[in-house]
């Protein structure tokens, strides 16, 4: 167990490409999460995967943000044509069904900066 | 919709002083809170949670308590050191609907003077 892993650190791009971030959950997890962080704030929620389906995902994703999660393992979050207003820690975390004691665990997350 | 507080933003103290941490959420229907230690430019890493029929939990010298009813959750250290410095989140989670959602406050940052 290495616990969540993410892909890449960090990410400098120019405004309008398109990245795509890798997150590796804890094995035995079928909970996935990805959040988004800004200077100075806690993360907020953007979408939540139970096993591959995903089932919520926060108005702050807008039509150019998609994420995956093929046969319930790594999940993949693309932003298309990024703007500046994307700058951001990207989270992911992963958890498995305990009832009040599920525990959220968090990757290093992927710093992206577009410039 | 929920709140989360967290006072103070920042805070710096002498090696080996206590402290307690700050956390209030407006809404009292929770399934649970969870502390978070964040180094800079990393990711979250878990520290205590606890369940909404619970008062406290402890970790080593961590403490955190819940006070439900009134919002309220603090996160006591003791005898702080230099290596605890870091900004503290937390988080909780909503006993109904989308129960799966974690709202953050904006944590405090925490500097242990040497």
């Known amino acids: 167990d290495t616990g969540v892993s993410q892909d890449p650190r960090h990410k400098i791009t120019k405004r309008g490409q398109n990245v795509t971030f890798r997150c590796d959950p804890i094995?035995?997890?079928?909970?996935l999460y990805w959040y988004r962080q800004t200077l100075g704030q806690g993360p907020e929620f953007l979408t939540y995967?139970?096993?591959?389906?995903?089932?919520?995902k926060s108005r702050l994703l807008s039509d150019r943000f998609s994420a995956e999660r093929p046969k319930g393992s790594f999940s993949t979050l693309e932003i298309q044509r990024t703007e500046q207003g994307d700058s951001a820690m990207y989270l992911c975390?992963?958890?498995?069904?305990?009832?009040?004691?599920?525990?959220?665990?968090f990757g290093s997350g992927t710093q992206l900066s577009v410039l | 919709k929920q709140e989360v507080t967290q006072i103070p933003a920042a805070l710096s103290v002498p090696e080996g002083e206590n402290l307690v941490l700050n956390c209030s959420f407006t809404?009292?229907?929770?399934?649970?809170l969870q502390w978070f230690r964040q180094d800079p430019g990393k990711g979250l890493t878990s520290l205590l949670l606890?369940?909404?029929?619970?008062r406290e939990q402890t970790s080593g010298r961590l403490n955190a308590s819940l006070d439900k009813s009134s919002g309220r959750s603090t996160l006591y250290i003791a005898a702080s050191q230099p290596g605890d410095s870091a900004t503290y989140l937390c988080?909780?989670?909503?006993?109904?609907?989308?129960?799966?959602?974690?709202?953050f406050g904006k944590g405090t940052l925490l500097t242990v003077n040497p």
């Open positions: 975390a992963s958890s498995t069904d305990r009832g009040r004691r599920e525990k959220l665990f």
């Open positions: 094995s035995e997890h079928n909970r």
């Open positions: 995967f139970q096993n591959e389906a995903q089932l919520e």
């Open positions: 809404d009292s229907a929770i399934y649970n």
């Open positions: 606890i369940q909404s029929s619970q």
């Open positions: 988080a909780v989670r909503p006993s109904g609907g989308s129960n799966y959602k974690l709202t």
